[in-house]
DNA sequence: CGAAAATGTATGAGACGGCTACAAATCAAG
DNA sequence: CTTGATTTGTAGCCGTCTCATACATTTTCG
């Protein structure tokens, strides 16, 4: 499992971790290390070799025939002398910044509708388009409308992807067969990876939609550099991509349900079945019927975004609801700090629309539920990449595979 | 940070993962994979070389020179023939095993008490105390008072010990000063470790209470070999130590706090300060304020087993007391399942002595707490070993640490 | 112009696992 | 009892990789 060295056909991977049993080869090392010198450049920017080994606490040598290699299998090159280095005196340094070796192709598969979208390796985003998908009955119907909407939209491409993202809502095995959705119920038993794979001619890399989130948050949004943090989804449903210590949380086995973590243990009845879940307290959902009960206008559409516009215009009712839906998504951050000590939550959905000032309620709320002998908070953001993050995400899997990152 | 070259001199050590930044050298190579080798013994009792081969994947040769250098070092040695094997035909195998390098100090800080044993390195407790603490007002009393009950135990041991595992209810830096503590408030600001290391003369290891009994579970117990588990510590308070792909989960900010993940939004409230906590539910307190409504007898002094009993004796009160328990226990043992998908729960502390009759309904309230979609039911056990849970797991701390065993 | 400082590189040494062949120990069949 | 099959553990050689050290190179400062 090289770095570097790309297989050639398609096929189709499901990011999870390399299975660590097994001991260690002297040949691991090289490809382990390269590995982390990618990985402190996504984390930091161009670095040159002498940074690099100040960052890994190695010789300069030892980054010097790391990067060699690096260098000629076209993954690096260098940057012109001076770029983003700070030091005056000596001899200037060679930043070392990732080659574009082509662009990278992102799928996003949501109930309804699919996102493709064409990234470059150091994040910037070409081509972005939302398309709608008919209504479907099984998952071979689903996987035909998907491989269509992409192929629409990848058609008009000229320069071959490298790789493809693809970020759905489901729980799948180590072959990328989709095992079970609680999202999109025509979902689990899909071959959309493998029919991806064929559309694409590459290698189609699959990712939780959550936690593609996190990924594209960790290569290239708020998260760079961080090794501790939540990407959180909070729409119809919420969804989270937790990383710790560097590593993305995988559930052994079956999917991670943040939303159906119960915060109300006799509360109302979710559609999952069980009650008093987190989304039944904080998904639009709720946001929907409250609205309704407060009298607000049609109800069965409100988004945080109206919700905002409506109390800002002095709609004490709206006022209300937003704030009621602060608490209500307070809970589920405050227990995720309580229970994995997550330092840095990011936001990402609709409710990013509900903007700064509901932001500020939300860290109110927090901080109120948050235990004071913690003596600590949580730090809270709203992704700033609005639209991009999905295909940002699915673009951010595809380059951890690609590059041989371990997340 | 070899696995087996003995640093002179008492000092004491936070277990905590390894700073994964930096880059892999060739004789860190060579100290993973001897832990590795380690690991798998633990996991799954003697093994000769030829059977650690396969279960590593790599050839007789490597295993052979791995264990070369740990038989030279005293680590491992080996065990007669036929011993665990179970080929018929063929050279018999020569088995490897732990060597018996010396005792391990065990000592358990506990409110008002302090639990010290010795525990030999295949989880044999020879010694086991629990000595009461006199009212302290102060971390230094605190620490006088530890450090005396340590010495009366330990005292007439002859063998000095080869390394004291310390397990303590809080959360601590990576030098072992204690930072926070929401059991113990006398604890932060404590020097507890070094003053145990003075007065021991060896390396003392420092584990959080809860995480330590994972440790417990995985070298000693029900856990061994198991890579995905929690041990759950259910008495006066709630704890968890979560071990997740054969990593303990150790939050980076602050304590994890488990019992306060708030399941009731408008619960009653906690000694935290919040509401609705899992604690204000599924605790001893919770035990004592139910007892009392329902009428039962002593309901301040009331304890799973003698609740038990009544119920047992046809005390519908009792038994309905009973039943809410266990679905309240069951109410965070679902969330962190839904959250983290731990397949395997092992409960300790007084909750264990409810008996077989009190799982079975723990265990319903789960699966009906469950999410159907997922399909999938964890595994709820109870700790075997009652009373010895406490001293094994720091002994299993120090047993990490001492073989450097990453965990 | 020369010293100082910093970067990148060349070279040899050491550690370590992979591979292959081989000796050793046991059982089953004749 | 002998022979072959089977399994275990080991020896020797090789390739890969980092480390330590020295050195060439390029810039700044006095």
Redesign the pocket.
């Known amino acids: 499992m090289t770095a570097t060295a790309p297989r050639p056909g398609p096929r189709v991977v499901a990011l999870g971790p390399r299975p660590e049993t097994?001991?260690?080869?002297?040949?691991?090392?090289?490809?382990?290390?390269?590995a982390r010198v990618l990985q402190a450049l996504a984390d930091h920017g161009p670095l040159?070799?002498?940074?690099?080994?100040?960052h890994s606490?190695?010789?300069?040598?030892?980054?010097?025939?790391?990067?060699?290699?690096l260098l000629t299998e076209g993954v690096l090159h260098?940057l012109e002398?001076g770029t983003g280095?700070s030091?005056?005196?000596?001899?200037?340094?060679?930043?070392?910044w990732f080659a574009d070796r082509g662009p990278l192709g992102a799928v996003v598969l949501q109930p309804g509708v699919v996102e493709v979208g064409v990234v470059a390796s150091d994040g910037r985003v070409s081509v972005r388009e939302s398309v709608a998908l008919p209504p479907v009955r099984s998952a071979a119907e689903l996987d035909a409308a998907a491989v269509d909407a992409v192929r629409t939209v990848l058609g008009p491409t000229r320069q071959p992807l490298i790789a493809v993202g693809l970020a759905l809502p489901g729980f799948f095995g180590p072959d990328g067969e989709i095992l079970v959705s609680t999202t999109i119920d025509t979902l689990p038993g899909s071959r959309l990876p493998a029919l991806l794979a064929a559309a694409t001619g590459t290698t189609v890399v699959l990712e939780d939609d959550a936690r593609a989130l996190a990924l594209g948050q960790r290569w290239f949004g708020q998260a760079r550099g961080v090794r501790d943090f939540a990407a959180l989804q909070i729409g119809a449903g919420i969804g989270a991509g937790i990383m710790l210590d560097g590593r993305l949380l995988r559930g052994p086995l079956v999917a991670s349900e943040v939303g159906h973590m119960t915060v109300d243990h006799d509360g109302e009845l979710c559609r999952c079945g069980q009650r008093g879940c987190w989304e039944t307290l904080a998904s639009s959902r709720w946001l929907h019927r409250r609205s309704e009960q407060a009298g607000l206008p049609e109800p069965e559409t409100m988004t945080p975004r109206r919700l905002t516009e409506l109390a800002d215009t002095g709609d004490p009712a709206a006022a209300e609801v937003l704030d009621d839906y602060a608490g209500h998504v307070a809970l589920g951050i405050v227990n995720l700090f309580h229970v994995l000590s997550i330092p840095l939550f990011i936001l990402h959905g609709p409710i990013v629309e509900a903007g700064p000032r509901f932001l500020d309620r939300l860290r109110e709320h927090v901080a109120a539920r948050t235990m004071s002998a913690l003596n600590a908070l949580p730090t809270i953001t709203m992704d700033e990449n609005a639209t991009r993050s999905g295909v940002l995400g699915a673009a951010a899997a595809a380059i951890t595979h690609q590059l041989g990152v371990s997340l």
């Open positions: 097994g001991l260690l080869s002297t040949t691991a090392v090289g490809s382990t290390n390269r040159s070799r002498a940074d690099l080994a100040r606490g190695v010789t300069r040598a030892s980054i010097g025939g790391v990067a060699a290699g260098e002398s280095g030091r005056r005196i000596g001899k200037p340094s060679r930043p070392l």
